[in-house]
């Protein structure tokens, strides 16, 4: 099983990919972090999880829409918040609330049945909340004190390996990746895999057969490949991102239409750049004669795209920030922060049969839907794909749904439900992560 680690950050198939970056300075509060590419089950990747804490049900206003038969679960992580939303197809609900001062809680890892995994952004802490229910979506209950453990500081995304016994953390801020034991629930570090560069790995993710991403500091673009064979953990192979500086973020596999074991080709964001990387992936296994060992080879195959199709408003202040695919791998979804308008944006992208030219895969751009908010860190499609979960951290609503056509994949512009921004905290401390669980 390999893992790939980033200094700029794609990921591909066949491994347990984490990938890990460095975000640039937005000129926000927050430190950048480390968020995760996502690999759709089918490729062998984990959808991260979450929970969060017991507190009365409180309503918050929503925008009227299509109510939905059964009722869903929302983790939600904000600056000194866990909140679990309870959404029934036209408004949100927060059912439970963890609240700890001075933390930051930018990305949380789900185990069932009630483990869950939360980073502090601002410390070296993971924290564990496993007590009693632990997180329990069904009854909306949250253990109160969490057991916290201590790792590298400034982690920004965490990662499940295949079967749940490991989880990796990106850490911005030390430039490194945490490797736990987490087989009997309780963290317990294993190794730390150091930037040999300047800091900043970003984002770690899984992939089909074991390697995690990792990515550092904006102005680098590579990818680096990890194999976790046997808790190894060490590095095999760097692949280079070919536009300079671009500031690779995350990235997403794209599953092969002969083998949906494996994927085809892997896209990165690149926030400084506001580009979309396209890769053809390619397998190499020494022991099968078809290369030289090094899991995984990345090859561009079409220019760099915009994620805004057209200029910003604001292009020295812009900041492409997550990725999410369809599982069936033609539809990409991109974030476009800080851009300088009243509302940020979410860039579609369509992938397409192409030329071998291409690698027999081809990405355009299709278009933009407000993300009716600013600074759209991380969003996430919902389990049916009907729905897009979006979160904004400074203006407008700070957490959102977008209704979605699973046939042509484009997005409403006009949310089915909304919480306004000023419901999480003051302005710009709105939500960082949002993520349906059940």
């Known amino acids: 099983m390999l893992l790939v680690v980033?200094?700029?950050l794609p990921s591909i198939s066949g491994f347990t990919i984490n990938l890990?970056?460095?975000?640039?300075n937005t000129g926000h509060s927050h430190p950048p972090s480390c968020e995760n590419t996502k690999m759709r089950p089918e490729f062998g990747f984990s959808v991260l999880t979450a929970a969060l804490a017991s507190a009365a049900s409180i309503p918050v206003s929503a925008t009227a829409g299509k109510r939905q038969d059964t009722t869903s679960k929302v983790l939600v992580g904000a600056p000194g918040q866990i909140l679990l939303a309870s959404f029934d197809g036209s408004s949100f609900d927060i059912v439970a609330e963890s609240s700890i001062e001075g933390t930051t809680a930018s990305w949380m890892?789900?185990?069932e049945p009630d483990l869950l995994y939360a980073v502090d952004e601002n410390s070296n802490q993971l924290r564990l909340f496993k007590a009693c229910s632990g997180l329990d979506p069904s009854t909306n209950e949250l253990s109160s004190e969490p057991e916290i453990v201590e790792g590298s500081t400034g982690v920004v995304h965490l990662e499940f390996n295949a079967d749940k016994t490991r989880l990796v953390g990106s850490s911005y801020s030390e430039g490194q990746i945490d490797i736990w034991d987490i087989s009997e629930g309780t963290p317990k570090l294993i190794k730390n895999i150091k930037s040999e560069e300047e800091l900043g790995p970003h984002e770690l993710r899984p992939r089909p057969f074991g390697p995690l991403l990792r990515r550092r500091r904006p102005r680098h673009r590579l990818i680096l490949l990890v194999d976790s064979a046997d808790d190894a953990w060490e590095l095999v192979n760097v692949a280079r991102v070919p536009t300079p500086g671009c500031g690779p973020r995350h990235g997403a596999f794209l599953p092969s239409s002969e083998d949906p074991t494996k994927a085809s080709h892997?896209?990165?964001v690149c926030e400084l750049a506001n580009t979309v990387e396209v890769f053809a992936v390619t397998y190499?296994?020494?022991?099968?004669?078809?290369?030289?060992?090094?899991?995984i080879d990345f090859r561009p195959s079409q220019p760099a795209l915009s994620t805004f199709g057209r200029r910003p408003t604001n292009s020295s202040s812009s900041a492409a920030g997550a990725i999410e695919t369809s599982a069936d791998g033609r539809h990409i979804y991109v974030s476009n922060r800080i851009t300088g308008g009243a509302t940020d944006s979410i860039a579609h992208f369509r992938a397409a049969p192409a030329s071998a030219c291409f690698g027999g895969l081809k990405v355009e751009f299709v278009g933009l839907v407000p993300s009716a908010g600013v600074n759209p860190r991380m969003f996430s499609l919902a389990a049916d794909e009907d729905l897009l979960f979006t979160s904004n951290i400074a203006a407008g609503f700070g957490l959102l749904a977008l209704s979605r056509d699973p046939s042509d994949g484009t997005l409403a512009e006009t949310p089915v439900a909304s919480v306004d921004v000023e419901t999480f905290g003051p302005e710009g401390f709105g939500p960082q992560f949002v993520l349906q669980i059940a």
Do not use: H, S
Request: hydrophobic share 40%; with cysteine; proline share 0%.
């Open 6 to 8: 980033a200094a700029v």
């Open 20 to 24: 890990c970056t460095i975000r640039a």
């Open 109 to 111: 890892a789900f185990k």
């Open 266 to 268: 892997y896209v990165v």
């Open 284 to 295: 190499d296994d020494a022991e099968a004669g078809t290369g030289t060992g090094t899991g």
